[in-house]
């Protein structure tokens, strides 16, 4: 055998080594790349909304009487929807003084288009639900009379 041959004869393993080592490295890269992927779509894409709660029982407070600008009055009925997470009975006196106080000295003709009732209403339900710590998702206006 002439030194060329001999050469190629050489050669041909440390190229076949170095290929496997190549795809050796290539394969873990891949494999890395794709394992760093789907952790990160799971941190930043996974939901960081709570969930929403359930309802729960509805408890119907009693009427009350507001009264409004120029001798006028309200007269109020509210319902408050709980969360299934409450167990026991809400007390609605945090609720009927909130409403008092969101109601109080406004004039009838404030009250009369759908638009500030509904604004009113959505202040009132932000302020109850921070009274009930959350406990309480909406409230029901089942009556709602000015004179």
Do not use: C, W
């Amino acid at each position: 055998m002439s030194k060329d041959e001999k050469k190629k004869d050489d050669a041909k393993p440390e190229e076949g080594g170095k290929k496997s080592k190549k795809k050796l490295l290539l394969i873990v890269a891949l494999v890395v790349l794709l394992a760093g992927g789907g952790g990160a779509y799971f941190f930043l894409f996974s939901s960081s909304e709570p969930a929403a709660p359930k309802p729960g029982t509805v408890v119907a407070l009693d009427a009350i009487t507001v009264n409004l600008t120029d001798g006028h009055y309200l007269k109020l009925k509210l319902a408050l929807q709980a969360t299934a997470d409450v167990t026991e009975k809400l007390d609605g006196s945090k609720a009927l003084d909130l409403a008092v106080t969101q109601f109080s000295n406004r004039t009838v003709a404030e009250l009369s288009s759908n638009e500030t009732r509904e604004a009113q209403k959505t202040e009132l339900q932000e302020k109850i639900g921070k009274a009930y710590d959350e406990e309480v998702m909406g409230i029901y206006f089942t009556e709602f009379v000015m004179q």
